[in-house]
């Protein structure tokens, strides 16, 4: 009997699963949040197992701030197509036209707070009461204690002082009628276990994760897509360089850091090799503003 | 790779923050750019060296605050293992954040400041994890540098509490003298200590053997979920989804289906990846029966020969969560494997003194961070074992039925009168 020793993807991955079919147990109308990031696209994955060979019992919803990478859209509809699941898109620019939120302007400008507007209409719209995100704990230091299922308040917010202890695999999905939670899946996945997970599944992300060449724009520190979504300002030069992204979210403000990287394999190595080398100020700056733009997205969208 | 999940604990400034820090740093999971603040922040504090706590320091500043304090997770890997550490905050109150960081625990690590020795708080939080079987508890004797790296110090603290553990139930017990801020012993041997022939702390971590904690005797699936993809490819299919509780499941075995008590033999185990051979804890499966057999959620897959108790009347350890004290003949939802039903009080035989290990019969309730015995009436029967022989069969929460909330937590230790 080969039980000795459980590899930690397989833990990991067993544990997503478990967590994604007691909710599609307990919760009436379930839905997966997904961005077309390497999160959410391993929690999709995870999702296609847990029912296997059934279909994923619930829709998906992409939070759409309009200013999108083209391959990621392209991604998304592939996959949807492929899983044969109905995809619900809260667009924040329809909540824009109904004069639900208001866009901010001038070079700068993002989409990323008018994201949770977007994201509770959808989730009442469809009437949801259980949003699977793709957000790990490994994120920052405020991440570190959200519970796997997270009661929200009637604004979305999470409310650190209502959480319900998590004991074993035991999960309290009692709620209200109108209440509804998020739940994270992929909680205890650190960003090495994604990238090695999708290694080891062959799973295909979009191809702005890999090494490629781009116009991009340096700006407080970042290099920034050049796309119709984003605003020069007047002395900025783009400029062609091999990047690779590390997150999608809206295309004005996600970073890109300069890589040769061009298979999940080659940004396992990065990945681990930046624990160890990122040193000194231009990659601290990067490592921060990143952060910083990680934060902001959060906020908006989890 | 193999995971280690690991729960902290020790009274405040025992260390904690500076050794998990310490962990962080040493196996590179900080970025220089986060230790320059922690530098910056040390310097601007006065101190005059990097203090480590600043890393985590999430629970302090709540702690100040007075917010809600909780378990914390973190998280970091060496060549050999994944870790997964339960960061619970060591204040006398916080009882729960122990007994929830110890219920996935497969190692307890408890600081002691060597200068203080051993505290009431560290006999809680031995008695703890010994509750909560965790099966594997390390002792980390902390500020040796404060006590001159003295061996009889060291010896005197390890006699103590061997003494008070022999009380407890403690399947493997290891003790380290360490000085979390300057590293000794943590992930390197330290100078100061030759006289200590023992492994660092990390070392201990990566190569403890835990392979056989999980419970690969009695086989338990509790079912999940019943797939059935009703599509033109798999009209007939009707999988019983679920994670595997206990025991090998093989194709062909003759297994025995709860509460039914029909028996059939297992058809296949299905994965996407394909069907499996086998299938045992902790993996999540899905298992196709030979005979159409009526399955549904909470029911459980098992052998004739070896099964689980169905049973109404619980007797077990409870702790308390809640500000709302836990009082006789009151009605509360439970839930246990993917089972939900409701549940009485029946009795409060003791409550017990975790300091102490003396036992009060006298108690009428359980209050926020009590621990005791207590006696349930379930509205419909639960399929169980004992919490020694199976912490997933053998657990429970309890729940308030107007609010929602998990007000308790329970290990079965029998199965009533
Ligand atoms: N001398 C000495 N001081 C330590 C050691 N470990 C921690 N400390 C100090 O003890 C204090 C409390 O440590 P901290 O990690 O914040 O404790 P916590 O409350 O258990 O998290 C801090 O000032 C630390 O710098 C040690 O090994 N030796």
Redesign the interface.
């Known amino acids: 009997m080969k039980a000795a020793q459980v590899p930690h993807l397989d833990a990991l991955e067993a544990e997503s699963i478990h967590i994604i079919r007691e909710v599609a147990a307990e919760f009436e109308r379930p839905v997966m949040l997904f961005s077309g990031g390497k999160d959410s696209i391993v929690m999709l994955r995870l999702a296609e197992k847990a029912f296997h060979p059934a279909r994923i019992p619930f829709p998906v919803m992409h939070v759409d701030t309009g200013h999108n990478f083209d391959e990621v859209i392209d991604y998304r509809d592939r996959r949807i197509a492929e899983l044969g699941v109905n995809l619900v898109v809260a667009s924040v620019q329809a909540a824009i036209d109904a004069g639900r939120v208001v866009e901010e302007t001038g070079p700068r400008a993002s989409r990323n707070k008018l994201q949770t507007v977007a994201l509770l209409d959808g989730l009442t719209d469809g009437g949801f009461d259980a949003a699977f995100g793709g957000g790990r704990r490994d994120e920052e230091k405020a991440r570190a204690k959200e519970r796997i299922y997270s009661f929200r308040d009637e604004f979305g917010q999470w409310d650190p002082k209502n959480q319900r202890p998590e004991l074993w695999s035991l999960y309290n999905g009692r709620h209200r009628r109108g209440e509804h939670i998020r739940v994270f899946p992929i909680s205890n996945w650190t960003e090495m276990d994604v990238w090695q997970y999708i290694e080891r599944e062959g799973i295909e992300i979009p191809s702005i994760y890999y090494a490629h060449r781009r116009e991009i724009v340096r700006r407080d520190g970042m290099l920034l897509a050049v796309t119709p979504y984003l605003t020069l300002l007047p002395d900025e030069q783009p400029e062609e360089l091999l990047v690779r992204f590390r997150t999608v979210g809206d295309a004005t403000c996600t970073g890109a850091v300069e890589s040769p990287a061009a298979t999940a394999a080659e940004v396992i190595v990065e990945v681990a090799a930046s624990r160890i080398t990122e040193r000194g100020a231009t990659r601290a700056d990067d490592r921060i503003s990143e952060a910083g733009m990680e934060d902001r997205k959060r906020e908006g969208y989890f | ?3 280690l999940r690991f729960a902290t604990a020790g009274s405040v400034d025992d260390g904690k923050s500076t050794l998990i820090g310490r962990l962080l740093l040493d196996s ?2 900080i ?3 986060q230790l ?1 603040a922690v530098e910056r922040t040390s310097r601007e504090k006065g101190f005059d060296y990097t203090n480590l706590a600043l890393l ?3 629970l302090r500043s709540e702690r100040e605050q007075g ?2 304090i ?6 970091f ?1 060496t060549p050999q ?2 870790f ?1 550490i339960a ?1 619970t905050p060591g204040h006398v109150q916080y009882t ?2 122990m ?2 960081g110890a ?2 625990a497969d190692l307890a690590l408890v600081l002691i400041d060597a200068r203080k020795g051993i505290v009431e708080q560290s006999r809680r939080h031995a008695v703890i994890a010994s509750l909560l079987r965790v099966p594997h508890l390390v002792l980390c004797v902390n500020k040796m540098d404060l006590v001159d790296w003295d061996q009889r110090v060291f010896d005197d603290i390890c006699a103590e509490f061997t003494e008070f553990a022999a009380k407890l139930d403690i399947p493997d017990l290891t003790f380290i003298p360490i000085s979390a801020l300057n590293g000794d012993n943590v992930t390197t041997h330290s100078e100061h200590m030759p006289w200590f022939g023992g492994p660092t702390l990390l070392y201990h971590l990566e190569h403890l053997y835990i ?1 056989s904690d ?1 419970n ?1 005797i009695d086989p338990r699936f509790p079912v ?2 019943v ?5 033109d ?2 009209h007939d ?1 009707r999988g019983y ?3 595997v509780a206990g025991g ?1 499941f093989r194709p062909g075995d003759e297994v025995m289906v709860l509460p039914s008590g029909l028996t059939t033999t297992i058809a296949s185990i ?4 394909g069907p499996l051979d ?1 299938a ?1 804890p ?3 499966v ?1 298992i196709r029966l030979a005979d159409d057999l009526d399955v549904s ?1 909470g029911d459980m897959i098992c052998r004739t020969r070896n099964a689980p108790t169905a049973t109404q009347d619980l007797d077990a350890m409870v702790c308390w ?1 809640h500000e709302r004290p836990m009082a006789e003949r009151v009605t509360y ?1 439970i ?2 494997t ?1 089972n939900s039903a409701r549940c009485q009080v029946r009795d409060l035989q003791y409550r017990l003194d975790i300091n102490t290990l003396s036992r009060d019969d006298s108690a009428g309730q359980l209050h926020m961070n009590d621990i005791g015995r207590v006696q349930l009436r379930v509205t419909a029967p639960l399929f169980v074992d004992e919490y020694r022989r199976n ?2 069969t053998g ?3 309890l ?1 308030d039925e107007s609010t ?3 007000v308790g ?1 329970g290990m079965i230790i029998g199965t009533g009168d």
């Open positions: 790779m193999e995971m590179k999971q970025f220089e750019d320059e985590t320091d999430g917010i809600t909780d378990v914390a997770y973190r998280y890997a293992r994944k997964i960061d729960r954040n007994v929830t219920s996935t392979a999980r690969l999940q979920y797939i059935r993809p009703m599509s490819r798999h299919y989804a679920g994670q090998v299905d994965t996407f990846d086998e045992f902790p993996m999540s899905t959620r969560f939802g839930k246990h993917t912490q997933t657990s429970f929460i729940i929602h909330e998990t937590a």
